[in-house]
């Protein structure tokens, strides 16, 4: 029996080979990079499907990838089986427990919308396309981190399917070997079929950008190599074309942002241009550079201030890290550098 033969029979969702109409939009992946060529693909529609998947891949012999938005696919899947998560997209928030429950489809931005009403909001990125799963288990960063840790962190339950087949659930307390390793660890552990994952209590949040000269980049990234933030504030300093721009989110109200930026406006005197509102967490708009090169810097010395000025790129982001990222207790996943400043 062939592996289209078998998951016909054992596979709820569609399942689609070169030459279907369907194929090649299901093989697509979100910035176009790959020409991914998959033996065939299978789109599940729950965690049975999952299942039958892996065990018919196995039975056949074929190599299997996952993939939900296609945002994290670096590797092509040629001649494998290329199994989708997109459909099962749920989100269910329970505001009393602050949880919220995704399915492997899910997108940052469904989460942040459905928690949106209770004043609750999950650690998010700045692209609302993300897939929830992937940006989860690769530990997940966003303007909450500094308060509340990486997304990896918040990860309260996962329900799993393994590569032999069965289906798991991990917590803490229930197979805490896997559930350690999800938090961060990447996406080779098994494939992800629901998460539990804590909501924090985000009523108000002050952000937008505040914009200075290029010419002032070298003053502007002195001071913040000494700034003292505290971890309701996530900043990042963009240097693009003519401007030197801070993004910033405050955690809290206007007049609590308004003092922690006290500091900068003393140090900078007047800017360019402002652009800072209070608003709900899933109001506010920040813009995010897409990084084509990514490098953790252990200081921000002198030479390095200049380069950064200097630099003929189209863009350059510096983000502040540090807060609960690095102060993570030991249950905390693999995660790695969370002690690295910039």
């Keep these: 029996m062939t592996i289209e033969r078998d998951l016909h029979t054992t596979f709820c969702g569609p399942v689609y080979l070169p030459g279907d109409q369907a194929y090649d939009a299901a093989r697509?992946?979100?910035?176009?990079?790959?020409?991914?060529?998959?033996a065939l693909i299978a789109?599940?529609?729950?965690a049975t499907d999952v299942q039958a998947a892996v065990v018919a891949a196995r039975t056949h012999g074929l190599p299997i990838a996952v993939q939900a938005t296609g945002h994290g696919t670096h590797v092509p899947a040629d001649g494998g089986l290329l199994l989708k998560t997109s459909i099962m997209a749920e989100v269910l928030v329970d505001p009393d427990r602050r949880i919220a429950r995704d399915g492997p489809?899910?997108?940052?931005?469904?989460?942040?919308?459905?928690?949106?009403?209770?004043?609750?909001?999950?650690?998010?990125?700045?692209?609302?396309?993300?897939?929830?799963?992937?940006?989860?288990?690769?530990?997940?960063?966003?303007?909450?981190?500094r308060r509340h840790g990486f997304a990896a962190d918040s990860l309260r339950r996962a329900d799993v399917v393994t590569a032999d087949?069965?289906?798991?659930?991990?917590?803490?307390?229930?197979?805490?070997?896997?559930?350690?390793?999800?938090?961060?660890?990447?996406?080779?552990f098994g494939i992800v079929?629901?998460?539990?994952?804590?909501?924090?209590?985000?009523?108000?949040?002050?952000?937008?950008?505040?914009?200075f000269a290029r010419e002032r980049a070298a003053d502007v990234l002195a001071f913040y190599r000494e700034w003292e933030q505290p971890d309701?504030?996530?900043?990042?300093?963009?240097?693009?074309?003519?401007?030197t721009t801070l993004r910033a989110l405050y955690a809290g109200s206007a007049e609590d942002a308004q003092r922690a930026l006290q500091p900068l406006r003393y140090v900078t005197g007047p800017a360019l241009a402002e652009d800072m509102?209070?608003?709900?967490?899933?109001?506010?708009?920040?813009?995010?550079?897409?990084?084509?090169?990514?490098?953790?810097?252990?200081?921000?010395?002198?030479?390095?201030?200049?380069?950064?000025?200097?630099?003929?790129?189209?863009?350059?982001?510096?983000?502040?890290?540090?807060?609960?990222?690095a102060d993570a207790g030991p249950e905390a996943g693999p995660v790695g550098h969370r002690h690295v400043p910039f």
């Excluded at 789109?43 to 729950?46: D, I, K, T, V």
């Excluded at 069965?166 to 990447?186: K, Q, Y």
């Excluded at 079929?193 to 914009?211: K, N, Q, R, S």
């Excluded at 084509?292 to 010395?301: A, T």
């Design 43 to 46: 789109e599940a529609m729950s």
């Design 277 to 325: 509102h209070e608003s709900r967490y899933a109001d506010a708009r920040i813009p995010g550079t897409a990084p084509r090169h990514f490098h953790l810097l252990e200081r921000l010395d002198d030479t390095v201030i200049t380069t950064l000025a200097d630099s003929p790129a189209n863009a350059i982001e510096l983000r502040r890290w540090g807060g609960a990222m």
């Design 105 to 145: 489809g899910a997108r940052i931005g469904d989460i942040v919308a459905a928690a949106a009403p209770f004043g609750l909001a999950p650690i998010a990125g700045s692209n609302p396309t993300v897939g929830v799963a992937g940006f989860t288990l690769g530990g997940g960063f966003g303007p909450l981190s």
């Design 28 to 38: 697509a992946t979100w910035s176009g990079a790959l020409d991914q060529r998959p």
């Design 165 to 188: 087949g069965e289906r798991v659930t991990a917590t803490a307390d229930r197979r805490p070997d896997l559930f350690w390793a999800l938090r961060g660890g990447g996406g080779n």
């Design 232 to 243: 309701e504030l996530s900043t990042s300093l963009a240097l693009a074309g003519d401007t």
């Design 193 to 211: 079929t629901a998460l539990e994952l804590d909501l924090h209590e985000v009523p108000v949040v002050y952000a937008g950008t505040i914009t």
